[in-house]
């Protein structure tokens, strides 16, 4: 167990619709960072939150968005869902203060979207 | 362009024997270097990092990876290989410039036979 938890596990929904995936990492961790793993793309690296603030982004759509609260959880949207944004969304914490540092960051189980 | 390459995409190996997986990146300068294994259903875990130093780096479950400046390659190894290891095995770099974000390769699927 990482420490790491993302809610839900699984989620089903149609094209068209928008979600929200959630994390929350572990305790005393400020920076969390999102990621898409599916069978065309791989595991890509979609943005990064350190304390409340945005510190990087990746190959994030723009239908899609995050932010970082201040109780520090994240949380993803994703909206006018399309079936290529099927994939499994890992969300992942660090004690990096968001410049480079090489701190370890541990994953959460994932959550797998499905868009049917 | 700046990239992380894992060459081999599947490898099948029987139990107690020895194990190499490879990976090299193409980046200006030498970034942070990780390996993450992906058990069925579940998140990733880190095995190991290397940022500096001993080129030889040690991680948990028995593996070690040996950094090549002069071949861009951070290979993992492990001397006998447990049926528990299959898994895939992700190879990621944080580049030399900018924040911690990762970076990985595409992975390597491995398979242990008895």
């Known amino acids: 167990d990482s420490g790491v938890t993302q809610t839900p596990k699984h989620l089903i929904t149609a094209t068209g619709q928008r979600v929200t995936l959630r994390c929350s990492p572990r305790?005393?961790?400020?920076?969390v960072y999102w990621y898409q793993q599916s069978l065309d793309q791989g595991l890509q690296f979609l943005i990064q939150y350190y304390n409340g603030e945005e510190r990087a982004k990746g190959n994030i759509l723009e239908r899609f968005s995050a932010q970082q609260f201040p109780d520090l959880h994240s949380e993803l949207n994703l909206s006018s869902l399309e079936l290529g944004d099927s994939a499994l969304y890992f969300c992942?914490?660090?004690?990096?203060?968001?410049?480079?540092?090489?701190?370890?960051?541990?994953f959460g189980p994932g959550t797998r979207l499905t868009v049917l | 362009a700046q990239s992380v390459t894992q060459p081999d995409i599947h490898i099948t190996v029987s139990e107690g024997a020895s194990l190499e997986l490879r990976c090299n990146y193409s980046y200006g300068a030498t970034p942070y270097l990780f390996w993450y294994v992906q058990s069925p259903g579940q998140g990733l875990q880190l095995l190991l990092k290397y940022f500096s130093g001993d080129t030889l780096v040690q991680g948990i479950k028995g593996f070690e990876a040996e950094f090549k400046r002069s071949q861009s390659s951070f290979n993992l190894r492990k001397p006998s290989v447990h049926w528990s290891d299959a898994a895939e095995y992700f190879c990621a770099v944080t580049p030399p410039f900018g924040t911690d974000k990762l970076i990985f390769g595409t992975g390597t699927r491995l398979q242990v036979f008895p």
């Open positions: 305790s005393g961790d400020l920076s």
């Open positions: 992942a914490s660090s004690v990096s203060t968001g410049a480079r540092s090489g701190d370890t960051q541990y």
